[in-house]
């Protein structure tokens, strides 16, 4: 199994800790007048405050949300002065828990929590019990926020020890779990995912079907959906759409019905298997190996209650969808459709889905020419202003998993930000997780020894960084890599 959050995964789980926190969490919400649900903007935390937002509806609580890229201080200072009686943050807070001044600041995360911030409790006891006041994080209690419960997981949780009868929103809680990437580890969910998975199911509103696993499955067409896929990599098709139409059509399978592209979803299950295991094959023969074939084939997660052949059909492309709203300061365009808006707001996160695809494409165009700097243990690009801040993260992701630049190091990327800063993403591959890597605590001890703040998990995290302040960074990071790879990871 793969070494995951190899600060918590050695100690015993405390489920029933988590637990308590969850229900803590959930008596603090419902004991308000008023809550303030402050979201972080991707898949996750969207997915995440629109659980929140319904239980709070349905247990008639008045509410407003704020949707936010990152907690900084303006916005620490904005939850500590708040109006209403109970901030709940969703997919964020536990990197700056100590912080928080004010009373009745609930945090539901997956974020890796402070180090040191058992011991700087808001209660200034030293004991996990009151440093767990109002905070339900899956790390604080030895689960692994990374792999086995997302943001809007804790979310559900909550909804769920608010009221049973919100275990009908499971299904949007898988849907942030696949955002975050949490089935990448072993092609399935697992841990407390599973649970709400198995929710889902029993509710009759999901099913989790062994198939492809490439992205796409249901709204790209067929050769476009080889075309670009980067996990895995098809050597000789991934990039290469003419090599991807050919391959289709070798093996009899018709790329187009009529007038319309045929999408993976409208093959028959005999043209499904022929290319699934002629790419297979194909894998093996260009050498990428037997574990390359494994990822091909693994759990996808369908919303039974959407529209077959559409975006919100399955979760990975409704995760996608939502990303895509967040990005672009359009939080709640996604919420609402979490909510069931099937109109004007599906529309409008088509639209900015769309939008999202070109800046992704264009950007990975830009990083191409301007190529990527290999130092010792790591790779780096800037995208200065031509990046928006908000997506070089995805395209750190997608550079790095395109085949193009090496995978051995990790990658850090660059951009401004409107706020005069340094957006910093950074991205690692699961065989460097499991080499010791961690670049949740690289980020975060390389931005503050810079004066900038950082945080995230092992694989993917990030930070804001002044201007000017990029080659320390990156040289913190070539020590703090090099001393995670030695295996002395509290050096
Ligand atoms: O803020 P949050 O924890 O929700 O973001 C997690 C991010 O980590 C995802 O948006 C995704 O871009 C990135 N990730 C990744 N590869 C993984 C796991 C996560 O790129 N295997
Ligand atoms: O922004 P990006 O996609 O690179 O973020 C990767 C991970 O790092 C996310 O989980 C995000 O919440 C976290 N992060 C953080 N502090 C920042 C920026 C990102 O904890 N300043
Ligand atoms: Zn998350």
Redesign the pocket.
Known sequence: MERVGMHYSERHQDLKGFEDAVKDVADTVLSSSHVTIVG?V?ADGISGASIASIALERAGIPYDIRFIK?LDDAEIAAINTRRSDTSWLVD?GS?SYSKFTADRVCVSDH?LPEKDAKAKGRSGQADLLSYAEHHANPHIFGIDGSTEISGAGVAYLVAKAIDARNVDMAPIAVVGAVGDFQDSAECRLKGLNRQVLEDAVEEGKMAAIKDLRVFGRETRPVAKMLQFSTDPLLPGLTNDAVACQRFLMDLGVPLTEGEKWRCWVDLTEVEKRSVASAVCEHLLKSGSGHWACKRLIGEVYVLKQERFGTELHDAKEYSTLLNACGRYGEGMVGLRICAGDRGEMLEKGLNLQRNHRGNLADAVGLVKDLGVERGRFLQHFHGRTEILDSI???V?GMVLGSGEVPSDVPIVAFAYSEDEKV?V??RATRELVQKGIDLAVAVKAASEKVGG?????NI?????ISIGREGAFLEEMEKLIETQLSGNINA
Do not use: C, F, N, Y
């Not at 703040?453 to 998990?457: A, K, P, S």
């Not at 993917?460 to 804001?464: L, P, S």
């Open positions: 972080h991707d990152k964020l990197g974020h070089v993260g995805i750190a957006k993403s950074a703040t950082g945080g995230g998990h993917a995290a990030g930070a804001t």
